[in-house]
């Protein structure tokens, strides 16, 4: 069975990074206009945690297909790497915790959209 060329992981890893900066810019903009800059400013910095740990996991699955193990030591500590660095901006900054957890979510948002995408490609 073929794999439709819409259905890579090399390009559905792209699409996962474009969906997850769309969404990182449109809600740190809504947060700005709704809830102020601390809210704007957390979402946008839960975003960049979401970013940094899809840039992680797909280096450590394109090391695995190429047969390296490089990144997995960083994998295994990123969400205490991630969670220091959250809290360090949190003390230093007063920003908002609820926007940071919700932007913290986009890299999860962009894969439900991913899979619908893979859903309408797999139909035709």
Known sequence: MTVPDGLSYQRASSRIGRIMAAIAILGSLAAFAFAGWKSGTGFLVGA???????????????????????????????????????????????????????????????????????IVYARK
């Open 48 to 118: 960049v945690i979401s970013g940094l740990n899809f840039y992680w996991i797909k280096g450590v699955v394109d090391g695995m297909a190429g047969g390296r193990r490089r990144g997995t030591v960083i994998l295994a500590f990123r969400y205490l790497i991630l969670g220091a660095a959250a809290y360090v901006i949190v003390k230093l900054i007063p920003i908002d915790l609820r926007a940071i957890l919700a932007g913290v979510f986009v890299f999860t948002a962009a894969v439900f959209i991913e899979v619908a995408i893979e």
